[in-house]
């Protein structure tokens, strides 16, 4: 819709007509930052993160047994598998490295996305406090 003046323009009222305020002015924007959620899902990672350290850990744990015990053939998967990235995937046709191998994956995909959302959370501007529903 216009009104004659091809620099002015009507917008339908309710999100179009919000959208183009807020667009006209970036003193008067209000769009909420969502920090607090923003922040709440970087704990929920970190959360993810730690679980799947231990996770981790305990596989290396397992690892460092079967190197120093008497299964020759498992101290060799084990070592292989703790030292080369072909032997890991190699390796990973049986159970228990087939999972060290998704975790590796789930690795790279959460840390890429965490360190995405950090970014974004440290870069948000304004001090205004979120609105946080009661």
Same mark, same amino acid.
Request: with cysteine.
């Given at each position: 819709?216009?009104?004659?003046?091809?620099?002015?323009?009507?917008?339908? !009222?309710g999100f179009a007509e919000l959208a183009a305020f807020e667009a006209s002015d970036s003193e008067s924007a209000i769009f909420q930052r969502f920090r607090w959620l923003s922040s709440r899902n970087l704990i929920y990672m970190q959360s993810e993160l730690l679980s799947l350290q231990r996770r981790f850990? *305990?596989?290396? /744990?397992?690892? *460092?047994? !079967?190197?120093h015990g008497d299964d020759i /053939? /498992? @101290?060799?998967? !084990?070592? @292989? &598998? *703790?030292? &080369?990235?072909?032997?890991?995937v190699e390796n990973a046709k049986a159970d228990q490295y087939k999972v060290r191998l998704d975790m590796v994956k789930d690795l790279r995909s959460l840390m890429k996305e965490y360190r995405k959302q950090d970014v974004q959370l440290r870069t948000m501007g304004g001090s205004e406090p979120d609105l946080i529903p009661v």
């Open positions: 819709m216009t009104n004659g003046n091809k620099y002015h323009r009507e917008y339908l !009222a850990v *305990a596989c290396d /744990e397992y690892d *460092a047994k !079967a190197i /053939e /498992e @101290g060799l998967l !084990a070592r @292989g &598998s *703790a030292t &080369s990235w072909d032997r890991l």
